[in-house]
């Protein structure tokens, strides 16, 4: 899998910079969230010029995906997740589902990587969808996260197709595990963040969650 830096055809020195940027970018939006912190805020805290920030990054959208990209891809630690080959396609799902919900402590890594990812997928969902940062997060990052899990989920739903276990359109399938994956997260993150914050919680409306995206995709 690609780490950020190889995106970027760059000296030593100049990625170096690039890392603190983003590691303190991190911190900061983790904290406040992006639509709070300015780029002058991350130059200072990096002990940079902001003219020099802007060399690496003409805007903080470009900066926001940059630093999305490096969260998710150091956080992915669901690649043991195993199903048996004997088990219909709709089996398969659900105990991918299952695996991410029981595994979401390693999964999110700690409080401030989950806070990151929520703000995150605020923040993305406001961006103006024609803005080079948006397109370049969703038509060249997003295929480079390759990550293990989507792709057994990809499978999963392919053979519960084959197998008439699953009643959703083939061409469908990438649009379906993308939903699968962003909706449990999006809730799995909510939740340890209520618990981080020591706010009480219904963990069943999870359990529940999960029920009915199974149900939907169900033949049964």
């Known amino acids: 899998m690609k780490r950020i830096e190889d995106f970027y055809n760059e000296s030593p020195t100049k990625t170096h910079t690039r890392h603190l940027i983003i590691n303190t970018s991190v911190e900061l939006f983790s904290e406040s969230g992006m639509d709070a912190v300015s780029m002058v805020e991350i130059a200072k805290a990096c002990k940079i010029t902001t ?3 802007y060399r690496y990054y003409p805007n903080k959208e470009m900066l926001v995906v940059d630093t999305a990209y490096h969260v ?3 956080s992915e630690h669901l690649d043991d997740i195993t199903v048996n080959a004997e088990d219909s396609g709709y089996e398969c799902v659900r105990k991918i589902i299952e695996n991410i919900y029981k595994e979401d402590e390693n999964l999110t890594l700690n409080f401030g990587i989950a806070k990151f990812i929520m703000y995150f997928d605020l923040y993305i969902s406001k961006m103006d969808k024609s803005h080079p940062a948006f397109v370049l997060y ?5 295929k480079a996260m390759n990550l293990p899990i989507k792709t057994k989920l990809y499978s999963a739903l392919k053979k519960g197709i084959e197998d008439g276990s699953i009643t ?3 061409s469908e399938i990438e649009l379906y595990e993308e939903y699968i994956i962003q909706s449990l997260l999006s809730i799995l993150l909510r939740v ?3 618990e981080v914050e020591n706010e009480s ?4 409306l999870v359990e529940k969650h999960i029920e009915v995206m199974l149900k939907y995709i169900s033949s049964k």
Not at 138 to 142: I, K, L, S
Not at 201 to 204: A, C, E, G, L, R
Request: hydrophobic fraction near 40%; charge should be positive; proline fraction near 5%.
């Open 51 to 53: 003219r020099n920030l």
């Open 72 to 74: 998710i891809t150091m």
């Open 138 to 142: 969703t038509t060249r990052y997003v």
């Open 192 to 194: 340890k963040i209520k």
């Open 168 to 170: 959703i359109p083939i």
């Open 201 to 204: 919680i219904n963990s069943s």
